[in-house]
């Protein structure tokens, strides 16, 4: 594999507003150096044990984000460098994030994951209980976690109506939010949408953050 080549020649299609985290998971560091190597610095990783042997063996540059399910007792593994995670979907996970990152004197940013997909899953808010979280008193007092947008993941379908339809109500509830409750918060504008399959449409969108695996590293086994 070329990932270089790959690389840019993927970067040279998106528009240069939109960030891309490159998606890493199975992929080993010599392939994360090659992309690194060209410029590339936003990385995304979805097991907790792999980002830590990946953050370790790595230039310390890196922009790790975390992608996959997050479990609380896990935090602490991660709490030290981790720039972003992506799944957040419960005040508790809210609150054990805030705790680790404010043991390392660190503000951690998080997205919100709805879930908009039709495939049934435990993961992911609807918006009402996205709300609630925003809501709930607690979190107003969470100094350490910045809530930088939201997060969602379109159903695996070719029918591309659907993905499309699936990433307009993701961007609905992102405005929502912005609207109610971070109206004067600069902070709050990512929407992380769009992988491999279907990051044209999510562009179209209005997706700031892709995050893209196969189209650059190879397909997984
Ligand atoms: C694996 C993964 C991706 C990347 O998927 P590709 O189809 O390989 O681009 C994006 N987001 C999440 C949450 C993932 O787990």
């Keep these: ?22 998606v890493s998971k199975t992929k080993p560091a010599e392939m994360v150096k090659e992309a690194y190597d060209v410029g590339q610095r936003f990385f995304g990783e979805n097991k907790v044990q792999d980002l830590v042997a990946k953050y370790e063996q790595l230039p310390k540059d890196i ?10 007792n896990k935090i602490k593994y991660i709490a030290p460098f981790v720039q972003m995670i992506h ?9 054990e994030i805030n705790k680790h990152a404010l043991r390392n004197n660190r503000i951690i940013q998080c997205l919100l994951q709805f879930h908009i997909a039709e495939e049934t899953t435990k993961f992911g808010l609807n918006l009402s209980e996205a709300e609630a979280i925003l809501n709930n008193n607690e979190f107003k007092n969470l100094k350490n976690i910045q809530i930088s947008g939201v997060m969602g993941m379109a159903t695996f379908t070719d029918n591309t109506a659907q993905i499309r339809n699936e990433f307009k109500k993701l961007k609905e509830y992102s405005d929502l939010l912005k609207e109610k409750y971070f109206g004067d918060k600069p902070y709050f504008k990512e929407l992380s949408m769009g992988m491999s399959g279907d990051y044209l449409i999510a562009i179209e969108e209005g997706s700031t953050m892709i995050r893209i695996g196969t189209k650059i590293f190879g397909s997984r086994s």
């Design 63 to 72: 922009n790790w984000h975390f992608i996959g399910h997050m479990q609380t």
């Design 1 to 22: 594999m070329e990932i270089s080549k790959n690389l840019l020649g993927f970067l040279s299609t998106i528009p240069k507003n939109v960030q891309l985290v490159a």
């Design 87 to 95: 799944a957040v979907d419960s005040s508790k996970l809210l609150k």
